[in-house]
């Protein structure tokens, strides 16, 4: 069955340094992997996809992420933090050969320190 | 363009009450339907999905019902609310098919739900 796992429930940087989210995944066939961000009280929004292809992803406001299959993991990384990234982020899987389902981590809190 | 919306936004019930969340879709035809729920601390858990009227995939079993009597419109109730089912609730949307946006889901801004 497919699994998402985040490391870190919650992490914190200073403005300015380098974010590293972790998400590590579960398939027994290729996923499309994604990364959503949620801020408080609202809907969640994508910041970017791993379909096929180029294994080096780019998102919205900066962020990226890189798929690596033999680690199964889908990291996303930001080079440098802003006060305005502070919010909930979620990696999910889906598995487009089976299922309609998509299932997400528990996610991951980012705190910005001024 | 498509647009999803999901009511109420806010709902405080007693236990034992019931309940209807509703979501509907405009702008697109046989999307595929979601009900998620995020307890605080406990990340987003898939609650039903549906890839057609009348057709219901339950993923956890639970005080909760969905249905679909349309197209683009997507309901979750319950007969008799419980304390747990305490949370905010999120609909979303997919395309049941075609690139690019294939797997990219669409999210409602949420209701949340307080049992007292």
């Known amino acids: 069955a497919q699994s998402v796992t985040q490391l870190g429930s919650h992490v914190s940087v200073s403005e300015g340094a380098l974010v590293l989210l972790r998400c590590n995944y579960s398939?027994?066939?290729?996923?499309?992997l994604f990364w959503y961000v949620q801020y408080p009280n609202q809907g969640l929004q994508l910041l970017l996809k791993?379909?096929?292809?180029?294994?080096l992803v780019k998102g919205i406001n900066g962020f990226e992420a890189e798929f690596k299959k033999s680690e199964t993991s889908f990291h996303l990384t930001k080079p440098s933090a802003h006060m305005s990234d502070a919010a909930e982020y979620f990696c999910?899987?889906?598995?487009?050969?089976?299922?309609?389902?998509?299932?997400f981590g528990s996610g991951t809190r980012l705190s910005i320190r001024p | 363009s498509q647009t999803i919306h999901q009511w109420p936004a806010t709902l405080v019930q007693p236990v034992g009450s019931p309940l209807s969340l509703e979501c509907t879709v405009e702008?697109?035809?046989?999307?595929?339907l979601y009900w998620y729920r995020q307890a605080a601390g406990r990340g987003l858990q898939l609650l039903f999905y549906?890839?057609?009227?009348?057709?219901i995939s339950s993923e956890v079993p639970q005080n909760l019902s969905a249905s679909r009597p349309q197209d683009r419109q997507f309901i979750l109730s319950s007969k008799k609310l419980l304390l747990s089912d305490s949370g905010f609730y999120l609909c979303?949307?997919?395309?049941?098919?075609?690139?690019?946006?294939?797997?990219?889901?669409?999210f409602g801004e949420g209701s949340r739900l307080t049992v007292l």
């Open positions: 791993y379909t096929t292809g180029a294994t």
């Open positions: 999910a899987v889906w598995l487009y050969s089976s299922a309609s389902k998509i299932i």
């Open positions: 398939s027994s066939v290729p996923p499309y």
């Open positions: 979303a949307w997919m395309p049941a098919s075609g690139l690019p946006i294939a797997g990219e889901l669409f």
């Open positions: 702008g697109t035809s046989n999307p595929n």
């Open positions: 549906s890839v057609g009227i009348g057709q």
